[in-house]
């Protein structure tokens, strides 16, 4: 298994490949989801060493971290990194909410749905319009002291938002979303979080199913599919460049004897801004074919194709 990794400031460590659960128990975001199988794609990670969940009250309205609850109670909690997120506030239609009391309330009721007694990670899920993202983290670092979270993280932030939650130098954690084919974070944000000791972790980074060369048949999406309706420009506009550039990189997953999803983590995994990568799963063996990127090995010639090969694609 992989080294781990450090989460920001904080003393929670990981192995840098997690499980992104918004496909357990998720009813809400995906149709058909079946809560069984759901429970054995975190136990398939868990027998093959991923360390990190990644989940939120978003993922079912609770439903997801109530199946991650269930399930850990059969394996060792200390080697789990439990991470959540919250800000959907059903007392507003669901509308992001970082008010302090919001968020402490949220934090007990993540734990009870866990059924633990401290969560490792614990995001800011979404900004929401006025409360001083400062004041919300501030927050959060006394339920960090009290015992209750290890770690302290924001989602969906924007630059300015990142570090204005970040003014008491309290944020460890940021996850957004990012892949080879939406690399905006590289400019300002990356910097940024190194500077201050900010781990990064990229969502959605097979970029729903794109880097996964399953559309390499598909002339194209529109108003309707979900794909287009999610990412407009990915499989809009970009659609073609985009299926054209993962095609180039097809040789090396044959070279290696794999898919190009594990080529495409590898490159992630390899990527020193880069902490954790939490790519999802509906199946057990999609967990099983993820994992087999830890022992891909790029050599620095790949890693820099495949860097340039998406380089320029948002020109």
Known sequence: MAEQVKIGKSDVVSTPLGLGTNKVGGHNLFPDLVDAQGAEVVRTALDHGIEML?????????????????????YDRHKIVLATKAAHDPA??????????????????????LQTDYIDVFYIHFPDKDTLKYEAVGALEEEKKAGKIRAIGVSNFSLDQVKEANQDGYVDIVE???????????????????????????YEPLALGLLTGKYKDAKGFG??????DHDPINFG???????ASVEKIRPIAEKHHTQLADVFLAWYLANPNISVVIPGARKPEQVVQNVQAL?????????????????????
Request: hydrophobic share 30%; charged share 30%; no cysteine.
């Open 54 to 74: 990644d989940t939120a009250y978003m993922y079912g309205l609770g439903r997801s971290e109530e199946i991650i609850g269930q399930v850990i109670k059969d």
């Open 92 to 113: 507003q239609k669901l509308a992001p909410n970082n008010r302090p009391e919001f968020l402490k309330k949220s934090v007990d009721d993540a734990l009870k749905r």
């Open 176 to 202: 957004g979303k990012y892949s080879l084919v939406q690399r905006e974070a590289e400019q300002g944000l990356w910097p940024y979080l190194q500077d201050n000791h900010i781990s990064f972790v990229p």
């Open 223 to 228: 108003d309707g599919d979900w794909q287009f």
């Open 237 to 243: 506009t970009r659609f073609q460049a985009n299926q």
């Open 295 to 315: 022992d891909l090995q790029l050599s620095q010639d790949e890693y820099q194709l495949i860097d340039q090969t998406f380089q320029n694609l948002d020109k």
